[in-house]
T-cell receptor, first 114, second 111 residues
C-alpha cells in the first residue's frame, strides 16, 4: 500500500514566520503535489513536481515555494506566513505512468496562522 | 467560471434510496475523469475512474457525457456508510497535467 506521510497533523504559526510542511512517499512515485483545501473552494493546486529538482506552479502559487531535493520528499514552504494561508494542506503522489493514475494523499496538515 | 462545478448539497436521503450527482467541467481538453470520496476530516480517496462507455462498481455507476461536458455518479441502495463528500475530478492532457477537483457534493444517508 502506498504511504504518503505529512510531518504534522496540526500546526499553529504566527504571521510572518517561515513555515515548512514536509511530505514523504514510500512508493518511488515520480509525481508529487501540494493542494490546499478550503470550505466552498475545494482542493486547489499550489505546486507540483514531476521529478527531482523540478517544480511547476499550480493555480495558487503566490506566497508559497517548494523543494524537491530527493524523489521521496516534497516540501512546501510558506516564506512569510499570513492569516489567509490558514487552511488544510494536502500532499499527494502518483506514478509517472499516465494521467489516469489516481492520487494517493497524505492525511493532511491543518495549519493555523495567527 | 470554475473549471469543475458541483452542487454542494447536502443531499439527505434515506437508507436504501438511489441518489445521483452530476458534475460539469468547462475545459473540453479534459481527458480523464474520476470520482473521489472524502470522509469528514480525512483525506480524499479514489472511488472510481469514469470511462467513456460508462462503468459500474457494485452499487456505484459512473457515466460521462462528453458532448454536454458532464459526468455523473449514481449510488443505488444507499448505506449509512456512504455518507461522505464526493469530489468530481478531471485531468487535462494538454497544458498543465494535474488533477483539478470540484468542491464536492455532500451526501448524508439517514436511517
Amino acid at each position: 500500500d502506498v504511504k504518503v506521510t505529512q510531518s504534522s497533523r496540526y500546526l499553529v504559526k504566527r504571521t510572518g514566520e517561515k513555515v515548512f510542511l514536509e511530505c514523504v512517499q514510500d512508493m518511488d512515485h515520480e509525481n508529487m503535489f501540494w493542494y490546499r483545501q478550503d470550505p466552498g473552494l475545494g482542493l486547489r493546486l499550489i505546486y507540483f513536481s514531476y521529478d527531482v529538482k523540478m517544480k511547476e506552479k499550480g493555480d495558487i502559487p503566490e506566497g508559497y515555494s517548494v523543494s524537491r531535493e530527493k524523489k521521496e520528499r516534497f516540501s512546501l514552504i510558506l516564506e512569510s506566513a499570513s492569516t489567509n494561508q490558514t487552511s488544510m494542506y494536502l500532499c499527494a503522489s502518483s506514478p509517472q505512468t499516465g494521467a489516469e493514475e489516481p492520487l494517493h494523499f497524505g492525511n493532511g496538515t491543518r495549519l493555523t496562522v495567527t | 467560471r470554475k473549471e469543475v462545478e458541483q452542487d454542494p448539497g447536502p443531499f439527505n436521503v434515506p437508507e436504501g434510496a438511489t441518489v445521483a450527482f452530476n458534475c460539469t467541467y468547462s475545459n473540453s481538453a479534459s481527458q480523464s475523469f474520476f470520482w473521489y470520496r472524502q470522509d469528514c476530516r480525512k483525506e480524499p480517496k479514489l472511488l472510481m475512474s469514469v470511462y467513456s462507455s460508462g462503468n459500474e462498481d457494485g452499487r456505484f455507476t459512473a457515466q460521462l457525457n462528453r458532448a454536454s461536458q458532464y459526468i455523473s455518479l449514481l449510488i443505488r441502495d444507499s448505506k449509512l456508510s456512504d455518507s461522505a463528500t464526493y469530489l468530481c475530478v478531471v485531468n487535462r492532457r494538454t497544458g498543465r497535467r494535474a488533477l483539478t477537483f470540484g468542491s464536492g457534493t455532500r451526501l448524508q444517508v439517514q436511517p
